[in-house]
């Protein structure tokens, strides 16, 4: 018998419905909820539903809850301060959990303030690039441009990421003058006078982790670094925390 074709993991859901599906968690005021409970809460009789277990799994790939024992769920502390501000600014935080993804890492990293791929083109990226089977190669990438959209992150046609916040356009950090961006003729987006220079993103893998202080923290990888130079960075990370940190891992 043919082995099954397997798809790559990709958030299956969109933005919106996982922060809809997190505060279905929340309002059972539990520390740890079962997914039979939250299950309920949707009208449905078991969690093996698609419509549960693909929220469930996108939720997890923007580090909104974690799983154990594969029935019980729970809401990351990230999760919660989106949820529940203290009014501070948590536009980064929604940014990094939405960045967590490799697959949303790295299309941010390649599309950010250009212009998208039409959704045909985007669907079959996913499939040729980042190996998305082609029987859902299409709701892939309607997940993401509803997700973007969601956000405020799609603007004209235009992907925004960097100068976001909290769904729009930071307006401080852009200029009267529209300058053109990407391939794509006649696309136009306000660009930063003050703006610090940006490593360029097509050259480097960025993981941007939300820690418990709402801060983030960034790593940059070359995309030709070799297994030395991930040995050396592996070993630098380990005397950073160690010296830095006094943690033992």
Not at 35 to 41: F, G, L, P, Q
Not at 78 to 85: M, Q, S
């Amino acid at each position: 018998m043919p082995k099954r074709e397997k798809s790559a993991q990709y958030p299956k859901a969109t933005w919106n419905e996982c922060i809809e599906f997190v505060r279905t968690v929340a309002s059972l005021s539990l520390n740890a909820v079962s997914y039979t409970e939250v299950a309920k809460k949707y009208g449905l009789s078991s969690p093996t539903a698609k419509s549960f277990t693909s929220k469930l799994s996108t939720c997890k790939q923007f580090g909104l809850l974690e799983t154990a024992s594969g029935n019980t769920i729970y809401l990351t502390d990230t999760c919660k301060r989106i949820l529940f501000p203290t009014g501070e600014d948590i536009s980064e935080t929604i940014k990094a959990c939405f960045n967590m993804p490799p697959i949303y890492n790295k299309l941010v990293a390649t599309y950010d303030g250009k212009a998208l791929p039409t959704r045909d083109v985007l669907a079959n990226i996913f499939m040729n690039d980042y190996g998305i089977l082609n029987t859902v190669k299409d709701s892939a990438a309607n997940a993401f441009m509803e997700s973007l959209e969601q956000l405020g992150m799609l603007k004209g046609g235009v992907l925004f990421y960097a100068n976001w916040r909290d769904g729009a356009i930071n307006a401080s950090e852009a200029n009267d003058e529209p300058a053109t961006v990407g391939d794509t003729p006649g696309t136009m987006v306000a660009t930063s006078a003050t703006s610090i220079p940006q490593i360029s993103e097509a050259d480097y893998i960025i993981q941007k982790i939300p820690f418990e202080s709402g801060k983030i923290a960034q790593i940059c990888i070359p995309v030709d670094a070799n297994e030395d130079d991930l040995m050396l960075l592996h070993d630098m990370l380990d005397v950073i925390i160690k010296r830095k940190f006094k943690i033992d891992i």
